[in-house]
């Protein structure tokens, strides 16, 4: 028999979680409208109180919660209080959720282990494709010249930096990366980027700058040296890498990009959500 899932709230990736876990799961939705979620095979109700079977797992958005009583959903008519899913889950249900310290002591008090799947390592890698070919979106959007021939350095050389470097660099920009770890320089050097020491950085010398880099590295001091019709693109989670009072009053132009996986390519990053939570599931046996 198939084990109940139960996916509450979120914006337009969590419909295509759910509609990607109907292949293995008997799938219940809250949150949503039938506007959004046609499929027939989709149990949706407007509440959890809305005649909910029993469910073996409950997925939760991300952030699950912005204040710790209700549930993140923008596309639901009606409030979704975190308490009011404890009568819906069976005794050893799962409750995944994303940055979910807000709403972890709700369930985990009441007997539920809460996994934050924004932790795992499969949905971190996967995510850094949309996130990459969602800022080059916003470069052609954004920029008075095309990505070709463009000075474009990016800060940071994880996933994010990686994919993002070797996007620009096939696109023909002249690709520089900047990070602290030797080992990422000569990474991005086998790519064919130029790759210098984090406090090196000459940015005057960029039409883009791409920070990748969750802590405060886009100081007054960098963006003051820039060029005044310089782009930079923040894709770093909060808080952020860029000083954006200092960008303010010196007028930069800033754009902080996040979420955007959810926001360039939701069917993409729903599946992801979907086929990672099913591998978290996997490994704690708990298939149906």
């Not at 070919?133 to 940071?156: C, W």
């Not at 802590?215 to 001091?221: I, L, M, P, Y």
């Not at 930079?232 to 000083?243: C, E, N, Q, R, T």
């Amino acid at each position: 028999m198939k084990k109940t899932i139960l996916v509450a709230g979120g914006d337009l990736r969590y419909v295509y979680t759910a509609r990607a876990l109907t292949k293995a799961y008997q799938v219940c939705a809250v949150g949503f409208t039938r506007q959004f979620l046609p499929d027939a095979d989709i149990h949706l109700c407007d509440s959890a109180a809305d005649g909910l079977p029993q469910c073996d797992v409950l997925i939760l958005p991300m952030p699950v919660s912005d204040d710790g009583v209700l549930v993140n959903a923008p596309f639901s008519r009606q409030a979704l209080p975190l308490k009011s899913f404890l009568p819906c889950l069976k005794p050893d249900a799962l409750v995944f959720g994303g940055k979910c310290d807000k709403a972890r002591d709700v369930f985990e008090e009441a007997g539920f282990p809460v996994i934050d799947y924004l932790r795992s390592e499969e949905l971190a890698a996967c995510n850094a494709i949309p996130t990459a070919e969602g800022a080059v979106q916003i470069m052609l959007e954004e920029m008075p010249r095309t990505i070709e021939g463009s000075s474009v350095l990016v800060l940071g050389f994880g996933r994010i930096g990686t994919r993002l470097a070797y996007i620009l660099s096939a696109l023909g920009a002249n690709v520089t990366v900047a990070a602290r770890q030797s080992a990422d320089r000569s990474r991005a050097q086998m790519l064919g980027c130029k790759a210098v020491d984090l406090p090196q950085i000459e940015p005057a010398a960029f039409d883009v700058l791409c920070n990748t880099v969750p802590a405060k590295v886009v100081t007054r001091e960098v963006l003051s040296a820039m060029q005044p019709d310089a782009l930079v693109l923040d894709l770093a989670s909060k808080p952020g890498g860029v000083d954006l009072d200092a960008a303010g009053s010196l007028n930069r132009r800033v754009i902080w990009a996040l979420s955007l996986p959810g926001k360039t390519a939701p069917v993409t990053a729903g599946e992801i959500i979907a086929r990672t939570i099913s591998h978290l599931i996997e490994e704690r046996g708990c298939t149906g």
